[in-house]
């Protein structure tokens, strides 16, 4: 049995919810979900470890 992703914080989720229906960039991000930008580069941050985006070309895909 494969592990368990880990659990996303609140920011990282409506973040990965954003990124469901297509890539953006991060002041994209912060623009259409009102988070404050540092706490969005840490939730991009905690995305990007749990191997749930990417950064590519300046633009966040979701991975999963």
């Known amino acids: 049995m494969p592990p368990k992703p880990p659990s996303l914080g609140e920011a990282a989720q409506a973040l990965f919810q954003q990124l ?3 890539a953006l960039t991060a002041d994209e991000l ?5 988070i ?4 969005a ?3 991009l941050m905690e995305l990007e470890l749990a191997s749930r985006v990417t950064l590519e ?3 966040y895909p979701a991975s999963v």
Do not use: I, K, N, T
């Open 30 to 34: 912060v623009r259409v979900s009102g």
């Open 57 to 59: 070309d300046g633009v």
């Open 20 to 22: 469901r229906g297509g």
């Open 36 to 39: 404050d930008p540092a706490q």
């Open 41 to 43: 580069s840490a939730a």
